[in-house]
C-alpha cells in the first residue's frame, strides 16, 4: 500500500502554466511541446491532483473573440466536469504582453491602466464562471527600474483604486470571490512594489474592503528576500490572510526558480507541512496546496509527471513525519518544559494588579539565564524523523 499517494482530500493543485511550462528561460528556447488544458486536466486527475489554476490567458488567447473564448471555456469545462477536477484560483495575466512593460495597475499611461481593468474584468468573470474560490493579483510587473519614473507613494495608490475598484465590483455583482495578494521582491521588475508578504498584510489593512483580501504567499518569492516562508505564513494565518498559497523550492541569492516542492530546503519544507498541517496543536489551513513550480528544463514530458509526482509525494511525506515528531513522547515533553502557564495571565491585558504583582516579582536574571532549553535535543530529534530513523 503507498501511503503517498494523493487524492482529491489533500487538495493539490497546480497551475495551468506550471506542469504547463515548456522550458523556455531568458537563455534557451522552449524544449518540451505545449500540452492543451485538457491534457494537463487529464494527466493531473488521474495523478490524484484536485485541480488547477489558471491566468486567463492560460486558457483564453490574449483577444480572442468572445465566440471562440466562449468555446473554449465549455470545452475546458466539459473536461473539468469529466473528471472531477476544479479551478481552485484564477488570475489576470498582466505580465506578459509588451502593453504591461511599464506596470498594469501602476503604469504612467492611464490607458495601459484601463486595458489592465478592462482584462481582470473579464478575469474575474472567468474565475466565477469556472468556479474559482479565489482570485490572485501577482504584480509581476507593478514595479521599476529606476525609481525617478514615479513616485512609489503614487504607484501604491493606483494599486489600492485597483483592488478596491475589483472588491466593488464582485461585491455588485454578489460573487462568491475573494482575492489574495502574492508579493515578489524583484523579477522581472528590477524592483516590485509590495515585496514582501510582510508588505502586503499591512497594505491590504489600508483598503476598503480587507475582508475580502488576503495573501498569497510563495516559498520562492520569500526566499528570495532572504526572509523565513515559515514565518510569512505563520503571521497570514494568525492574521487571518492565509487565503492561498503557492508551494515550491528555491536556493537564496538566486532568480525565481520554481523548484519542485522540498527539493531544496528540506528542513523548512518540513517545518511548512508542520504549520500547515498544525500537528503541533495550532490552527490548520484549510485551503488547497498550490504547487506554483515547474520541471528541470532538462526534463521531457515523462519528467514533468515526475515532477508534479514528487510535489505531492514529498508534501504528504512531510506530513506523516510531522504527524510522527510531534506525536513523539520525547518531543511534547521537551515543548511542555518550555511554557510555564503560572505567570501566562500576567503578560497580557493591563491591569494596575498585573503591574503590582509583575513589579512584586523575584526574578533573578542570572538564574534564569543558567536554564538550558534543550533546543539542540529537540532539534536533533527534529533531523532524526526527517531522514526517517525515529518514527
Ligand atoms: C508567480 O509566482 C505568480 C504567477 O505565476 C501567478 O500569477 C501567481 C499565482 O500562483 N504566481
Ligand atoms: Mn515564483
Ligand atoms: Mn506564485
Not at 474565475?127 to 513616485?151: I, K, M, P
Not at 478596491?164 to 495578494?181: G, H, I, K, T, V
Not at 526566499?223 to 510569512?232: E, I, K, P, R
Not at 504527524?323 to 505567570?343: I, K, M, S
Amino acid at each position: 500500500m503507498d501511503h503517498y499517494q494523493p487524492d482529491k482530500t489533500d487538495l493539490f493543485t497546480f497551475g495551468l502554466w506550471t506542469v504547463g511550462n515548456v522550458g523556455r528561460d531568458p537563455f534557451g528556447e522552449a524544449v518540451r511541446r505545449r500540452l492543451t488544458p485538457s491534457e494537463i486536466v487529464q494527466k493531473l486527475a488521474q495523478l490524484g491532483a484536485y485541480g488547477v489554476n489558471l491566468h486567463d490567458n492560460d486558457l483564453v488567447p490574449i483577444g480572442a473573440p468572445l465566440k471562440e473564448r466562449d468555446r473554449i471555456v465549455a470545452e475546458f469545462r466539459a473536461v473539468l466536469d469529466e473528471t472531477g477536477m476544479k479551478v481552485a484560483m484564477a488570475s489576470s495575466n498582466l505580465f506578459f504582453h509588451p502593453v504591461f512593460k511599464d506596470g498594469a495597475f501602476t503604469a504612467n499611461d492611464p490607458k495601459v491602466r484601463a486595458f489592465a481593468f478592462q482584462k481582470t474584468l473579464a478575469a474575474i468573470d472567468l474565475a466565477v464562471e469556472l468556479g474559482a474560490a479565489t482570485f490572485v493579483f501577482w504584480g509581476g510587473r507593478e514595479g521599476a527600474e529606476t525609481d525617478a519614473c514615479r513616485d512609489p507613494r503614487e504607484a501604491l495608490k493606483r494599486l489600492r483604486a485597483a483592488v478596491d475598484f475589483f472588491c466593488e465590483y464582485a461585491l455588485e455583482q454578489r460573487y462568491p470571490l475573494r482575492f489574495a495578494l502574492e508579493a515578489k521582491p524583484n523579477e522581472p521588475r528590477g524592483d516590485i512594489y509590495l515585496a514582501t508578504t510582510g508588505h502586503m498584510l499591512h497594505f491590504i489593512e489600508t483598503l476598503a474592503h480587507p475582508e475580502m483580501v488576503g495573501v498569497n504567499p510563495e516559498v520562492a518569492h520569500e526566499t528570495m528576500a532572504g526572509l523565513s516562508f515559515v514565518h510569512a505564513v505563520a503571521q497570514a494565518m494568525e492574521a487571518g490572510k492565509l487565503f492561498h498559497v503557492d508551494l515550491n523550492a528555491q536556493r537564496i541569492g538566486r532568480f525565481d526558480q520554481d523548484l519542485r516542492f522540498g527539493s531544496e530546503d528540506l528542513k523548512q519544507a518540513f517545518l511548512l507541512v508542520r504549520l500547515l498541517e498544525g500537528t503541533a496543536g495550532g490552527e490548520r489551513y484549510s485551503g488547497p496546496r498550490h504547487f506554483d513550480a515547474h520541471a528541470y528544463r532538462t526534463e521531457d514530458e515523462a519528467g514533468v509527471w515526475e515532477f508534479a509526482r514528487g510535489c505531492m509525494r514529498t508534501y504528504k511525506m512531510l506530513a506523516e513525519r510531522a504527524r510522527a515528531f510531534d506525536a513523539d513522547p520525547e518531543v511534547r515533553g521537551l515543548l511542555a518544559e518550555q511554557l510555564d502557564p503560572a505567570l501566562e495571565p500576567l503578560l497580557s491585558g493591563y491591569t494596575r494588579e498585573k503591574a503590582g504583582r509583575l513589579r512584586a516579582l523575584a526574578l533573578d536574571p542570572d538564574e534564569l539565564s543558567a536554564r538550558g532549553l534543550c533546543y539542540e535535543r529537540l532539534d536533533q530529534l527534529l533531523v532524526e524523523f526527517l531522514l526517517g530513523v525515529r518514527s
